[in-house]
Nanobody
Framework: QVQLVESGGRLVQAGGSLRLSCAAS????????MGWFRQAPGKEREFVAG????????DYPNSVRGRFTISRDNAKNTVFLQMNSLKPEDTAVYYC?????????????????WGRGTQVTVSS
C-alpha cells in the first residue's frame, strides 16, 4: 500500500500560481501511475491531470490544459501539480491518487489510493 499526503494549497488571487505536492510513503510512488483530481462544493470529483508510471505520458482536460503541469520525482517519492494563470473556477479541494497501472485514467473510480486533499481558493 501507499499513503498519499497533499500540500501546497492556499488562497491565491486570480492570475496567480501554486505548486501542489503529493508526498508518498509506504510503497514507492514509482510503482503507480498518478492522477490529480479536484472537487468543488456540490460538484463531482473532476480529473485535472494524469501521469504515467514512467512519467513520459501526461494528459489534461481542456479546462486546465496549457495552465497546469503534472510532474513526478520518483527519487523523492513525490508528484507535483504546477498551476498557473489560476481562475476562480479552479477553486476546489485537490486530491492526488495512485493506480496500480502503467497508465493513468480519467475516471476516479479506477484509482486505488487517495490522499485527503488540499484546499485551493482563487479569489477574483
Amino acid at each position: 500500500q501507499v499513503q498519499l499526503v497533499e500540500s501546497g494549497g492556499r488562497l491565491v488571487q486570480a492570475g496567480g500560481s501554486l505548486r501542489l505536492s503529493c508526498a508518498a510513503s509506504g510503497r514507492t510512488v514509482s510503482s503507480y501511475a498518478m492522477g490529480w483530481f479536484r472537487q468543488a462544493p456540490g460538484k463531482e470529483r473532476e480529473f485535472v491531470a494524469g501521469i504515467s508510471r514512467s512519467g513520459v505520458s501526461v494528459d489534461y482536460p481542456n479546462s486546465v490544459r496549457g495552465r497546469f503541469t503534472i510532474s513526478r520525482d520518483n527519487a523523492k517519492n513525490t508528484v507535483f501539480l504546477q498551476m498557473n494563470s489560476l481562475k476562480p473556477e479552479d477553486t476546489a479541494v485537490y486530491y492526488c491518487a495512485a493506480v496500480s497501472s502503467s497508465y493513468y485514467y480519467s475516471q476516479a473510480s479506477r484509482y486505488d489510493y487517495w490522499g485527503r486533499g488540499t484546499q485551493v481558493t482563487v479569489s477574483s
